[in-house]
């Protein structure tokens, strides 16, 4: 069964860090992407970052470009986003998603092409 689990989240003031963690279990982790989207009280679910586990290759979406970064430990079947500069607009819940090798679809974070979805952690931001 695979399971995903996130952790990390809290608040934290405008200007601050948070690393959100994805602990993977349940599948070879080299063949799949993981990605992180987040999901704010009344607004749909956006991605945010998703990483090959394979090559490494990382996106991002533009509202985080430069201050989120995504990286995984494949040893330890988990990825990171490293989220500096935290804005409060950065509020939501924040979701880790698998899915097979990365394609077009999932690089431009298209929920619908991940299949096994994490519980989410809460990450908020005070101005």
């Known amino acids: 069964e695979v399971q995903l689990v996130e952790s990390g989240g809290g608040l934290v003031q405008a200007g601050g860090s948070l690393r959100l963690s994805c602990a993977a279990s349940?599948?070879?982790?080299?063949?799949?992407?993981i990605g992180w989207f987040r999901q704010a009280p009344g607004k749909e679910r956006e991605g945010v970052s998703c990483?090959?586990?394979?090559?490494?290759?990382?996106y991002y979406a533009d509202s985080v470009k430069g201050r989120f970064t995504i990286s995984s430990d494949n040893a330890k079947n988990t990825v990171y986003l490293q989220m500096n500069s935290l804005k409060p607009e950065d509020t939501a819940v924040y979701y880790c998603?698998?899915?097979?090798?990365?394609?077009?679809?999932?690089?431009?974070?298209?929920?619908?092409?991940?299949?096994?979805w994490g519980q989410g952690t809460q990450v908020t931001v005070s101005s």
């Open positions: 349940g599948f070879t982790f080299d063949d799949y992407a």
């Open positions: 990483i090959s586990s394979s090559d490494g290759s990382t």
């Open positions: 998603a698998a899915t097979g090798p990365i394609t077009i679809a999932t690089m431009t974070f298209r929920a619908g092409e991940y299949d096994y």
